[in-house]
């Protein structure tokens, strides 16, 4: 496995890919710091997509969208984002992502790995 830090200015592209990619498939979302210890956000649920809202005078935002239901949205927004990094297998699909924040908090989104075998699977039959 291998991590890669993802540049500020292909987060958008990246990000968009990334929605298109795994769309639905069931995450793990945690977010952790010094002050308050890991606290889990989302437990198997569908990811939505992640969108990157990039501004010139440093307002940066990441919003991770998960489905608790299909009425039911959770929206995780991460302010003043600074690193995007993603762990990948060698064959290239993500493992997880982390993303590190001004104040000091790690959201840390894990891609199933049920899904990929099912996606696999379904690509060989």
Known sequence: ???REIPRKEWGEYF???????KGWPVIMEVYGTEIGAQFQARELPMEGVIADLKVEGKNQIAILIEESPQKHLV???LH???VRVEG???????SMQIESE???TTLIRFSNQQAQKTIIKGIL
């Open 81 to 83: 984002p600074l690193h």
């Open 76 to 78: 995780h927004t991460i």
């Open 16 to 22: 968009n890919n990334l929605s298109r990619n795994f």
């Open 1 to 3: 496995m291998s991590t």
């Open 89 to 95: 297998e060698n064959g290239g699909r993500e493992r």
């Open 103 to 105: 104040d000091g908090l």
